[in-house]
């Protein structure tokens, strides 16, 4: 099962495309968005990724995904399934193809560490870069049951190279 998008060489217009829609999502957040990120292969220079945009928007904790919902919807974005308790996700396609992904977590969240540490790391590492490309091409072959599956077998790589850092 193929997945949302194929995986490509990098593309220097990622960091374009990560500001362009930051500035649309901003105002949806208000005083709410503590901050906002470009995280995801697409973030990393010279890494081959799925050319789907991933934004991660740190919130307040006192905030409500609900009373966002619609602006999302009006911007294009629909509500998919949340990652993890205050972990909130949507996602955007055009014409049909996967184009972003915004991720909210509530301030503290464990994510928020994880997602910036592993992609500073893989900025600054680029043996561990070119492994992480290796191994997300491999994946994306062998892949039969989608998103899911590739998610989940990237996660050990991951897991290792965060487990170094500490």
């Not at 220079?45 to 409500?64: F, Q, R, W």
């Not at 997300?136 to 072959?141: A, D, G, H, S, T």
């Amino acid at each position: 099962m193929p997945l949302t998008s194929p995986i490509r060489p990098y593309d220097p217009t990622w960091p374009q495309q990560y500001a362009e829609e930051e500035i649309r999502l901003r105002p949806v957040f208000s005083s709410a968005l503590l901050e906002i990120h470009h995280v995801g292969s697409t973030a990393v220079p010279g890494l081959a990724a799925k050319g789907e945009i991933d934004i991660l928007a740190v919130i307040n904790p006192a905030s409500t995904i609900e009373d966002w919902t619609r602006s999302f919807e009006s911007l294009g974005y629909r509500r998919g399934a949340d990652l993890s308790k205050g972990h909130h996700f949507f996602k955007r396609d055009v014409c049909g193809i996967r184009t972003h992904k915004l991720h909210i977590c509530r301030e503290d969240h464990a994510q928020i560490a994880r997602m910036l540490r592993f992609r500073e790391h893989l900025r600054r590492h680029p043996a561990d870069r070119m492994r992480y490309q290796e191994l997300k091409l491999r994946l994306e072959l062998e892949n039969t049951r989608g998103i899911q599956e590739y998610i989940a077998a990237k996660d050990p790589f991951i897991s290792a190279i965060l487990a170094g850092l500490d």
